[in-house]
């Protein structure tokens, strides 16, 4: 009988710990980004405090990309909204989102980028292979030193909101930073060799990545649209001049154009994905790739 009821003690406990843990995590504040490598900013300074629901899911593109009713549903307990500043599923949707939740707060995590944006007309008119501007370029979070700024604007913004939380999210900020900082030192030393080379990738995704580090990227893609058989073309010579071997491809892409090029060339086709929620083994990933494309 006793040890019945010492089991029954137990029991209760474990489900009251569980009821708990359940109520703390209903009573959570949501907040919402865009992209997942997002989230992994955000929970980086805030740790476990939010919940946070992330829109364009593994393996969407950002480009054409449409939230289910789902989400739609999700973002109307969602107490803010952090943009990433320019990528096209937030110019085509968020004042959509916002009419869902119009008590919503929204803030820009792009908003103390270096922005690179495209250059005049007059330039355009003899830009050459490789090279495409179509507005502001949005893939800020591939830049170790952008995104630097945006851990900051993150910590400013929650020290600010929850100076209940200042000490946590201070230790946390540092620690992040102490992070990034290890990968931009992993990035220099792996890269310094290979400054002034180019690489070739289907979606010019690595523009901020390769101005860091002085690269020069080459995209296929051109304004956000399929090549034209000339563009291909194009490209197919300029990488065999620079003895060009890899083609890079995100996973949100088709491979279809890229082997076109790859077989041509006689090289191959590597997948990455700058939109990892795993950023830092991400972009890694794409610096030893890089990398080791030169060596071919």
């Given amino acids: 009988m006793r040890k019945i009821i010492i089991l029954l003690i137990v029991v209760l406990g474990i489900n009251a710990c569980n009821n708990q843990q359940q109520s703390q995590e209903q009573n959570k504040k949501t907040i919402t980004v865009s992209i997942l490598p997002q989230r992994y900013f955000v929970e980086k300074i805030v740790g476990d405090h939010f919940k946070i629901n992330v829109m364009i899911p593994p393996g969407a593109s950002p480009v054409t990309y449409e939230p289910t009713p789902i989400q739609m549903k999700e973002l109307s307990v969602s107490s803010l909204y952090i943009r990433i500043g320019h990528i096209e599923f937030e110019k085509a949707w968020m004042s959509k989102l916002q009419n869902i939740n119009p008590d919503m707060q929204i803030i820009d995590q792009s908003f103390s980028a270096n922005l690179i944006e495209p250059e005049d007309e007059e330039e355009d008119e003899h830009d050459h292979v490789g090279h495409h501007h179509h507005g502001v370029d949005p893939h800020i979070w591939t830049s170790t030193r952008e995104v630097k700024k945006q851990a900051d604007f993150l910590y400013q913004y929650f020290v600010s909101n929850y100076p209940n939380l200042k000490l946590e999210l201070t230790n946390n900020y540092i620690s992040f930073i102490n992070e990034i900082d290890s990968l931009d030192a992993f990035l220099n030393k792996n890269l310094q060799a290979s400054q002034g080379r180019k690489f070739l990738v289907f979606h010019p995704a690595l523009s901020y990545f390769a101005r860091d580090y002085g690269l020069e990227q080459i995209s296929i893609e051109i304004d956000g649209k399929e090549p034209t058989p000339s563009n291909i073309q194009e490209v197919i010579e300029l990488a065999k001049k620079d003895n060009i071997k890899v083609v890079f491809v995100q996973k949100q892409f088709s491979t279809h ?40």
């Fill in 257 to 296: 154009n890229a082997e076109v090029i790859a077989k041509e060339i006689n090289g191959r086709v590597i997948q990455i994905d700058p939109l990892s929620e795993d950023w830092i083994e991400s972009i890694k990933f794409i610096a030893q790739e890089i990398v080791k494309s030169y060596s071919n």
